[in-house]
T-cell receptor
Framework: GNSVTQMEGPVTLSEEAFLTINCTYT??????LFWYVQYPGEGLQLLLK?????DKGSNKGFEATYRKETTSFHLEKGSVQVSDSAVYFC????????????FGPGTSLSVIP | NAGVMQNPRHLVRRRGQEARLRCSPM?????VYWYRQLPEEGLKFMVY????????ESGMPKERFSAEFPKEGPSILRIQQVVRGDSAAYFC??????????????FGPGTRLTVL
């Protein structure tokens, strides 16, 4: 079946460090890929998405590229801030309304000053 | 345009009571999804509804859980005779009608259910 795997956390970084959170998926066909972020005590927010191979999603300094050949969608940011501390979820869904979103387990990020 | 709204944000119930969670989708959205986030686990799909229809309930526990999305009013997730293992965050998401060009689901802030 379809699934999403993420690197295990928690991840602790100093402010201005480079961030990579690895994400790989198993799916048939061509799903859309997403990163959602959950700040402490809040719900999920869509961070970025990509709908086809080689697409790059980007938002708030974060970016991820849809790599069909390696079935990956790694999240990167060049310089993290304390305000980026949150749990990040990689996810996939299919390009039609009604398909459930399949989430990875989440990666907790803490950024220290 | 208001986002997905859920209430209550926090709900405390004693074992055996009923819990009713409400979700109002974004304006113009006719598809609603419920997900559950258990402690130390990721989000798992529960049920997908359109107005007055359950489309996919493959993630719903077989007993005590039910969901509806009436023609008027919010979607309701109902848990009867709650047990401690039901303690979790329940998230609702919505998406536009079929035929539109988006596959993205937008999530509400969640309802955190605590069963004493």
């Amino acid at each position: 079946g379809n699934s999403v795997t993420q690197m295990e956390g928690p991840v602790t970084l100093s402010e201005e460090a480079f961030l990579t959170i690895n994400c790989t998926y198993t799916a048939t066909g061509y799903p859309s890929l997403f990163w959602y972020v959950q700040y402490p005590g809040e719900g999920l927010q869509l961070l970025l998405k990509a709908t086809k191979a080689d697409d790059k999603g980007s938002n708030k300094g974060f970016e991820a590229t849809y790599r069909k050949e390696t079935t990956s969608f790694h999240l990167e940011k060049g310089s993290v801030q304390v305000s980026d501390s949150a749990v990040y979820f990689c996810a996939l869904s299919y390009y039609r309304t009604g398909d459930k979103v399949i989430f990875g387990p989440g990666t907790s990020l803490s950024v220290i000053p | 345009n208001a986002g997905v709204m859920q209430n209550p944000r926090h709900l405390v119930r004693r074992r055996g009571q009923e819990a009713r969670l409400r979700c109002s989708p974004m304006k113009g959205h006719s598809h609603v999804y419920w997900y559950r986030q258990l402690p130390e686990e990721g989000l798992k799909f529960m049920v997908y509804l359109q107005k007055e229809n359950i489309i996919d309930e493959s993630g719903m526990p077989k007993e005590r859980f039910s969901a509806e999305f009436p023609k008027e009013g919010p979607s309701i997730l109902r848990i009867q005779q709650v047990v401690r293992g039901d303690s979790a965050a329940y998230f609702c998401a919505s998406s536009p009608p079929s035929g539109t060009s988006t596959d993205t689901q937008y999530f509400g802030p969640g309802t955190r259910l605590t069963v004493l």
